[in-house]
């Protein structure tokens, strides 16, 4: 399977995808998807494949051959608003295949979410880590004065969510891991709680 990480796609999915805009997933020096950039008329943004990015991963050749055959491929898809809220709200892994369909096979793309596959660091790192989440929930966010303040931070912290959601350790204790995964949820907490317009939502 193809994978793509949220900290990938983020850009893509906060595009306007809500009139059914296709996702074009390419294999060309590497693969990735792509869908047109709202902001710049003409051009497109990309998301790389984990593994298969040629300015930023070693055997991302050997990788991509590996996943896709073909020395070029195109093909377009549609993802479900289910599969985009995985992604954007819970950091959720986006994992593409091309296949064969059972009913006129003809070739296609089979497209699933699944959490975020793990990524091992050294406990030192991961306890970092957590503690960075906890500055972003109890210090950065109550540092914010206004709207827009807040959904700057809002954006930042879905960042940090992006780049730290996967991280484990094998030398983490479990009140290691209890923390960790304390400081995530009180990040998403704090995401939710700011609205659209940067004011604050109150239960």
């Not at 494949?49 to 549609?78: H, K, M, V, Y």
């Not at 059972?102 to 790192?125: D, F, I, R």
């Not at 991961?126 to 931070?153: I, K, M, P």
Request: hydrophobic share 40%; proline share 5%.
């Amino acid at each position: 399977m193809i994978r793509f990480t949220s900290a990938e796609l983020r850009p893509l999915f906060t595009q306007n995808l809500g009139m059914q805009r296709p996702l074009i997933l390419e294999k060309n020096l590497g693969i990735y998807l792509r869908v047109p950039d709202d902001n710049h008329p003409g051009e497109w943004l990309k998301a790389w494949a984990a593994g298969c990015n040629p300015s930023e991963d070693a055997n991302w050749s050997d990788l991509a051959d590996s996943l896709i055959s073909e020395r070029e491929f195109s093909l377009q898809t549609f993802i479900a608003q289910s599969m985009s809220d995985a992604v954007l709200n819970d950091q959720h892994d986006l994992l593409i295949k091309p296949v064969i369909s059972n009913l006129n096979n003809a070739l296609t793309l089979h497209v699933e979410t699944q959490p975020p596959l793990k990524v091992y660091v050294p406990v030192s790192e991961y306890r970092d880590r957590t503690r960075w989440l906890y500055d972003q929930s109890l210090r950065h966010f109550h540092a914010c004065v206004g709207n827009a303040e807040r959904l700057s931070w809002r954006s930042q912290a879905l960042h940090v969510l992006d780049q730290v959601i996967r991280l484990d350790s094998k030398r983490a204790k479990p009140a290691d891991r209890e923390m960790f995964d304390s400081a995530v949820a009180s990040v998403r907490d704090r995401i939710r709680s700011v609205m659209v317009d940067g004011s604050l939502r109150f239960y």
